[in-house]
């Protein structure tokens, strides 16, 4: 293997959570992973307000876990990228390089000077003279914004991926990619929702809704009037003081109403996609994010979509050192940790 993997750091809206990995012909081992918490207003919708704490907090991880690998891979989500599947002539890898930019310009809302444009060929032959691919477009000043902060920890930014397709190397990794089947990858946030449909081993639709867990603290917030850090601890405990006063079951009716609605979210985002799509028939969704763990999510997800959803679990088929982690503390973390995983899949020079 040529280089070394970067370090996966994923800047989420509540945590930062890092993981370090090694590839060899053994498996993947974790060499690291570590979540930091974020005080309310560090990010706000997808926007970095507090620079410094957070280049502060991210330096500190690494310190703590002793990671000296200085480059990171890193992520880009909501407004800030727009992912499109579009329909080209046929042409190489090359051609495609040089035509991209000029191709985007159609498709991208935004001045074109303005954007980094990538992509990923899909189907190569997609019949008709015609090749499938997905157009990734993100704004520059946003990945300039989440780089300086890198920076500004002592490390350096390699790589700027995008959640959901981070989300789909965490998965890859985990469990066998089914060839003929279209499933859905979903990782419900503090303020995100990502989501990746995958139809043989492909992506073929994502969508960032920008709504999340943060919409349960809030409402917690405002029905029981208590400061944000309390609504939060509260929808994260079961304790039993909790419990006898009868908080917890309100807490739990209110939690699984605005399940539904996150829920309807994300049924509009899959019937946008079943609209447009050849094989629309997703067989299972893949479930991971903090907001997962919210009562009345999967229930809901599985009654009105009616597919199984599984926990997307990216520590599946990690190599892990019981020496060196505790595998109880891993397994709670694993919810929140698949996009970290899958930017740490990344070596530098990876498109
Ligand atoms: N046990 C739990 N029950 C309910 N909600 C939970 C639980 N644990 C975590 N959450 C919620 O999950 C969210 C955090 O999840 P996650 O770490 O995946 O988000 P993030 O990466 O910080 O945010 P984003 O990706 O949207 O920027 C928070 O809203 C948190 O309150
Ligand atoms: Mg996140």
Same mark, same amino acid.
């Given at each position: 293997?040529?280089?070394?993997?970067?370090?996966?750091?994923d800047i989420g809206t509540s945590s930062i959570k890092?993981?370090?990995?090694?590839?060899?012909?053994?498996?993947?081992?974790?060499?690291?992973?570590?979540?930091?918490m974020l005080p309310p207003d560090t990010i706000r919708d997808g926007v970095i307000l507090n620079?410094?704490?957070l280049?502060?907090?991210?330096?500190?991880?690494?310190?703590?876990?002793?990671?000296?690998?200085?480059?990171?891979?890193?992520s880009l989500s909501g407004h800030a990228v727009?992912?499109?599947?579009?329909?080209?002539?046929?042409?190489?890898?090359?051609?495609?390089?040089?035509?991209?930019?000029?191709?985007?310009?159609?498709?991208?809302?935004?001045?074109?000077?303005?954007?980094?444009?990538?992509?990923?060929?899909?189907?190569?032959?997609?019949? $008709?003279?015609?090749? %499938?691919?997905?157009?990734?477009? *993100?704004?520059? @000043?946003v /990945?300039?914004?989440l780089?300086?902060?890198?920076?500004?920890?002592?490390?350096?930014?390699?790589?700027?991926?995008?959640d959901a397709?981070?989300?789909?190397?965490?998965?890859?990794?985990?469990?066998?990619?089914?060839?003929?089947?279209?499933?859905?990858?979903i990782n419900a946030g503090a303020s995100t929702i990502n989501i990746?449909?995958?139809?043989?081993?492909?992506?073929?639709?994502?969508r960032d809704i920008t709504v999340g867990g943060n919409l349960l603290t809030e409402e917690?917030s405002?029905?029981?009037?208590?400061?944000w850090?309390?609504a939060e601890?509260?929808k994260?405990?079961?304790?039993?003081?909790?419990?006898?006063?009868?908080?917890?079951?309100?807490?739990?009716?209110?939690?699984?109403?605005v399940?539904?609605v996150l829920?309807?979210e994300i $049924?509009?985002?899959? %019937?946008?996609?079943?609209?447009? *799509?050849?094989? @629309?028939? /997703?067989?299972?969704?893949?479930?991971c994010g903090g907001a997962a763990l919210q009562?009345?999510l999967?229930?809901?997800?599985?009654?009105?979509?009616?597919?199984?959803?599984?926990?997307?679990?990216?520590?599946?088929?990690?190599?892990?050192?019981?020496?060196?982690?505790?595998?109880?503390?891993?397994?709670?973390?694993?919810?929140i940790?698949?996009v970290?995983?899958?930017?740490?899949?990344?070596?530098?020079?990876?498109?």
């Open positions: 293997m040529a280089s070394k993997n970067a370090v996966g750091l890092v993981a370090h990995v090694k590839e060899s012909s053994k498996g993947v081992q974790l060499l690291a992973f570590d979540t930091v620079a410094p704490l280049a502060q907090r991210i330096a500190e991880v690494f310190a703590i876990n002793k990671i000296r690998q200085k480059q990171v891979a890193v727009i992912i499109k599947k579009i329909s080209l002539p046929e042409m190489t890898v090359a051609e495609l390089e040089d035509s991209i930019q000029w191709e985007a310009e159609q498709y991208i809302p935004f001045d074109i000077k303005d954007v980094h444009v990538d992509f990923q060929i899909i189907d190569a032959q997609a019949g $008709q003279g015609q090749m %499938d691919v997905l157009l990734v477009a *993100a704004k520059k @000043a /990945i300039e914004e780089c300086d902060v890198v920076r500004a920890a002592k490390l350096e930014p390699v790589l700027v991926d995008v397709f981070a989300l789909y190397n965490a998965f890859e990794l985990s469990f066998p990619v089914p060839q003929d089947e279209t499933i859905a990858l990746n449909v995958v139809s043989g081993g492909m992506t073929s639709f994502t917690i405002k029905q029981f009037a208590v400061p850090d309390e601890h509260m994260t405990t079961s304790e039993t003081t909790l419990s006898m006063s009868g908080v917890l079951r309100e807490v739990q009716r209110i939690s699984s109403r399940s539904e829920v309807s $049924q509009r985002s899959l %019937d946008f996609f079943a609209a447009t *799509a050849v094989s @629309a028939d /997703i067989s299972a969704i893949y479930l009562p009345g999967i229930e809901g997800l599985e009654r009105r979509l009616g597919t199984p959803v599984r926990a997307l679990n990216p520590f599946n088929n990690l190599i892990v050192d019981p020496k060196r982690f505790d595998a109880a503390l891993l397994q709670r973390m694993a919810p940790a698949a970290a995983v899958g930017l740490g899949l990344r070596r530098q020079g990876d498109r």
